[in-house]
């Protein structure tokens, strides 16, 4: 589900770092961008989800995160690739989301 965020402990987010942070462990990889530019953060990952789940026909209520879990993944790709209308760039869809304490 890569950076794919409800924005809580359902589905939490930054699946695509961890998996870069256990593929750094075997060998390091370069990759352009750092965390300060302005679309390093999805800032409204809960937005970006309930898009998806809308053209997954999924519900968004707090059935979403289990209904996007059973989604066939070309589905969910596809649908992943709507741009974000409020993002500063809108070729980057699936950022980074805080973590969060709780």
Known sequence: MGFLSTGDSNL???YGLWDQHAAIGWR??????????????NKNPRRFA????IKVNCPIDQNMA?????????????AGSLS??????PTHCLEPV????D
């Open 12 to 14: 939490p987010g930054n």
């Open 28 to 41: 390091a990889i370069s990759q352009s961008g750092v965390a300060l530019c302005p679309w390093a953060i």
């Open 50 to 53: 309930e898009e998806v789940a």
């Open 66 to 78: 289990p209904c996007l879990k059973l989604t066939d993944p070309a589905l969910l790709t596809l």
């Open 84 to 89: 974000l209308s409020s993002s500063p760039d």
């Open 98 to 101: 805080p973590v969060s304490c």
